[in-house]
C-alpha cells in the first residue's frame, strides 16, 4: 500500500462522522450510516449474531477517501452467495474457515456498492490498496480471507486483481418494458401463463382479502405490531427462529426511512392475516420481508410479488427487486440477471481447487441464465398465439 494511504479498521459505525460516511456511500439505501447503524444499535449484528462489524476506512493523510462495509465473519449465514462446501472442506482437512471477513449488507441480498469512492481518485488504485488491506486483515484474523458480495456489474471489473476469484449466480428481477398497467403487463403473458396469473389472483379475491397498500408514515404502531407477529411467526414456521432482526431495528428503520418504506397489509374479515415490509430508492422497489398468521395458495405470490409490479406501475418505478432465489419468479414474469461476489483466499492448500471451480460456476450459471430465459411467461415478439 503506498505510504500516503492507511487504512483503518472500525469495530463499529458509530464512531464514523455520518457525514463522511455517506459522502462515500449514502447514495445507495442499504449502505447509508443509519441503515447500518440500526443493525447495530438493534444487536442484529455483533458476536451473538456472528457479524462482527469492522469497517474499513481508508484516508490520505486525515481524510477519508474510501470506506467499504465490513464484518468479520463467524459462519456463512445471511450471505446469499454461499460457501458451504468450502467451509466442510476447509474442515474436513482440519484447517480454519472461520473466522473470514465479509462486505455485505447483512441480511441483505441486494447489489450495490461495496467500496465508496471520494471524487477525482483513482478506481484502480484504491482498489488494489483495499485489497492488499484486507489481505492482511483476514491473515492476522487466522481464516480463510476475504469476500465481497453482491458487488454491482460495472465495479466487478475493478476487483480483477491478482489472486482474486469471482463469482456469480442468478437472481429475478421485473423489469418495466412500458407497459401502463397491470392488465397490459399481463397481455405479453402467453395465455396459459397469464390464465395461471389470473387464477392465483382470483383465489386471493374469492377468499374475501382485501390489500391495503400503506406509505411511509401511513405505517401506524399497531401495522407494526402486527408486521412483526407476521414476520416472527413465519420465521419460526420455517427456519425454527424468530428472524434475524428484531422490534428496535424495524422501529430504527421506521424513524429514519419513512419516505422509503412500503407496507402491504392483507385483510381477511377485517383482520390483518399477513404482512409484506418494501423499500424504495429511486426508480427501484425492493421486497424485503413477509409473514403471515395463516397458510393460504397464492396469498405470497399477491402479496410479495404482484403487488408490487402494481406498485411499481402505478408510480412509474423501472425495477422491482424481490428478492433472491425462487425459479417459480420466472412464471410470473421476473427475469433472471446476475449478482457477483469476489474473494480472496489466504490458505494456498485449496485455492487452485476453490479458483476452479468459480470457474466452472461462472460458465454454468451463464448457462441456467440463457435456460432459464426458456421459463418466462412472455409471447415471442410479434405473435398472437399461445
Given at each position: 500500500?503506498?505510504e ?14 455520518p ?56 459462519h ?18 482440519g ?10 449488507i ?22 488494489a ?12 484474523l ?11 456489474g460495472d ?64 405505517i ?28 428496535e ?29 418494501y ?13 403471515a ?14 403487488q ?46 476453490i ?11 451463464g448457462?441456467?441464465l440463457?435456460?432459464a ?14
Amino acid at each position: 500500500m503506498s505510504e500516503a494511504l492507511r487504512a483503518e479498521f472500525v469495530p463499529t459505525i458509530t464512531t464514523i462522522d455520518p457525514m463522511v460516511w455517506d459522502a462515500l456511500l449514502g447514495a445507495h439505501l442499504f449502505t447509508r450510516y443509519h441503515y447500518l447503524e440500526a443493525l447495530e444499535r438493534s444487536g442484529c449484528v455483533g458476536l451473538e449474531s456472528g457479524w462482527i462489524p469492522q469497517h474499513l476506512l481508508l484516508y490520505r493523510d486525515d481524510r477519508a477517501i474510501a470506506a467499504m462495509p465490513l464484518y468479520i465473519k463467524l459462519h456463512s449465514y445471511g450471505e446469499y452467495l454461499f460457501d458451504w462446501s468450502w467451509a466442510r472442506a476447509f474442515e474436513q482437512h482440519g484447517q480454519p474457515y472461520y473466522p473470514k471477513l465479509v462486505s455485505a449488507i447483512p441480511f441483505t441480498a441486494v447489489s450495490g456498492p461495496r467500496l465508496g469512492i471520494a471524487p477525482k481518485e483513482c478506481h484502480a488504485t484504491l482498489h488494489a490498496a483495499v485489497a492488499h488491506a484486507l489481505q492482511q486483515r483476514a491473515e492476522g484474523l487466522g481464516g480463510s480471507g476475504a469476500q465481497v458480495l453482491f458487488v454491482e456489474g460495472d465495479a466487478l471489473s475493478n476487483w480483477a486483481l491478482q489472486d482474486w476469484y469471482r463469482r456469480r449466480d442468478l437472481r429475478y428481477q421485473w423489469h418495466h418494458r412500458g407497459e401502463s398497467d397491470f392488465d397490459a403487463f399481463l397481455a405479453r403473458f402467453k395465455s396459459r401463463k397469464r390464465k395461471m396469473v389470473h387464477k392465483e389472483r382470483a383465489r386471493i379475491v374469492d377468499a374475501g382479502i382485501h390489500i391495503d397498500v400503506l406509505n411511509g408514515g401511513e405505517i401506524s404502531p399497531a401495522h407494526w405490531h402486527t408486521f412483526l407477529h407476521c414476520y416472527r411467526n413465519t420465521y419460526l414456521k420455517r427456519s425454527g427462529h424468530g428472524g434475524y432482526l428484531t422490534p428496535e431495528f424495524f422501529q430504527r428503520l421506521a424513524d429514519a426511512f419513512s419516505e422509503h418504506l412500503v407496507m402491504m397489509v392483507a385483510r381477511q374479515h377485517g383482520h390483518i392475516i399477513a404482512c409484506a415490509l418494501y423499500m424504495k430508492q429511486d426508480d427501484t422497489l425492493y421486497g424485503r420481508y413477509w409473514g403471515a398468521l395463516q397458510p393460504m395458495d397464492g396469498l405470497h405470490f399477491e402479496l410479495c410479488y404482484y403487488q408490487g409490479i402494481e406498485y411499481c406501475l402505478r408510480h412509474g418505478l423501472k425495477r422491482f427487486d424481490p428478492g433472491v432465489q425462487g425459479e417459480h419468479k420466472l412464471a410470473r414474469g421476473f427475469e433472471p440477471v446476475y449478482s457477483y461476489g469476489v474473494g480472496t483466499l489466504q490458505n494456498t492448500l485449496f485455492a487452485d481447487a476453490i479458483h476452479h471451480f468459480c470457474q466452472e460456476e461462472w460458465g454454468a450459471v451463464g448457462e441456467a441464465l440463457e435456460q432459464a430465459k426458456s421459463g418466462l411467461p412472455f409471447r415471442s415478439e410479434g405473435s398472437n398465439s399461445n
